[in-house]
């Protein structure tokens, strides 16, 4: 136990640089600091590839948790359904407290904002809404539908796409791992899954239908390679490798993820997810299989601080980055005292601030307490 604990750090701090990528991502989307990126080179003003890092984790964590009780069970696929009904409710009670407390929260705290600065008379039909598409797995595709015609799903609620992809790995997979017979059965299948979405699915569909990011197909490989990292860490599988290099990878992964969307993915060519995918898949092996190699001294529990608050961090921030920037422009600030570059530098520092200070109201009243409900 205390060894998983140990690779467990590694996992929570490598979401804390996830977090920090999609930071990134949702600063440069926000038209009022447009000034401040524009003084940074291109690639560090994207990190929409930390969603990557996010899906691999989650396929590891999901059937990591589940490999125990699976091998308990016994007979054909009725009978393991049977035997497997209390910790499958229990196991979906886990996911919806984990998941629905903060989303919900999330969701209000948006509408109320909508109604502050927007005439929408639409606002508290899409709002009731949302959850049922988060919960059923289409919100990502409502959020690549209605992005341009209705703010709700860019001014907000947008991170939420994510767990729209989540919701629906959450109920099928528990279902797909008792339908296989043996470990390798499952660990086959959670590998040709990887590498068919991964180098057939995503390419084709970027090819032929332009789809684009916030599709479930576009981020199944990672969560299907999670979930292969989590048999064979299981069935024993290490990787002997110095903390050195195994820090060097890690970092070298997490640059990629955050440098190949922002540059090279304008090329369009075939594979152009591929780079971006296999960087977050080799960042999140390195964080299993090699203990410690996310040690960097001064900054480990900064790091495990913000990777147990990751859900929160990531929920809320587009909805306050939009609130501040509202706020700021049309309630109060003294702008004559600042030049343009001044004042949205003053809008992201207030941004960030409040953004740690919403984080923790949001995890000790919400996120933390809603996780205790089901044990």
């Not at 299948?189 to 699915?201: A, D, H, R």
């Not at 069935?235 to 195994?246: D, E, H, M």
């Not at 640059?255 to 060519?269: A, E, G, K, Q, T």
């Amino acid at each position: 136990m205390q060894h998983e604990k140990k690779f467990f750090e590694d996992i929570e701090k490598l979401r804390a640089l996830a977090c920090i990528l999609v930071l990134f991502q949702h600063i440069y989307w926000l038209c009022p600091y447009q000034t401040l990126i524009d003084l940074l080179p291109r690639w560090l003003a994207i990190g929409s590839g930390g969603v990557a890092v996010f899906f691999a984790i989650s396929g590891f964590v999901i059937t990591f948790s589940l490999y125990d009780k699976i091998n308990e069970l016994s007979g054909d696929f009725l009978s393991k359904i049977v035997q497997a009904k209390d910790w499958l409710v229990t196991f979906y009670k886990k996911r919806f407290f984990r998941i629905f407390p903060v989303v919900i929260s999330v969701i209000v705290a948006c509408g109320l904002f909508m109604s502050l600065c927007e005439d929408n008379k639409n606002v508290f039909s899409s709002l009731c809404k949302v959850p049922f598409e988060v919960l059923f797995g289409v919100f990502n595709n409502a959020v690549d539908y209605y992005t341009e015609t209705d703010r709700l799903y860019c001014a907000g609620l947008g991170p939420l796409w994510t767990l729209a992809v989540e919701s629906l790995f959450y109920m099928i997979w528990p279902l797909v791992l008792i339908l296989c017979k043996t470990n390798n059965q499952r660990a086959i299948v959670s590998l040709v899954g990887g590498i068919s979405f991964l180098f057939v699915v995503n390419p084709c569909c970027h090819y032929h239908l332009n789809y684009d990011y916030y599709w479930t197909v576009d981020n199944l490989a990672e969560i299907f390679f999670g979930s292969f990292f989590a048999f064979i860490y299981k069935g024993g599988f290490r990787i002997n490798c110095s903390q050195l290099g195994a820090k060097l990878t890690v970092l070298l992964g997490m640059f990629v993820v955050w440098y190949y969307p922002s540059v090279i993915l304008d090329l369009r060519i075939f594979y152009c997810d591929v780079v971006t995918s296999c960087s977050a898949i080799l960042t999140v092996m390195c964080c299993i299989f090699c203990e410690g190699c996310l040690n960097l001294p001064g900054c480990n529990q900064i790091l495990k601080y913000l990777g147990s608050r990751s859900f929160s961090f990531y929920a809320c921030q587009l909805t306050l980055a939009n609130f501040v920037v509202w706020f700021t422009n049309t309630i109060y600030f003294p702008k004559e005292s600042f030049s343009k570059t001044g004042f949205e530098g003053c809008q992201l520092l207030i941004f960030v601030v409040a953004l740690f200070l919403v984080t923790e109201i949001l995890y000790r009243l919400v996120e933390r307490p809603s996780r205790s409900i089901v044990r």
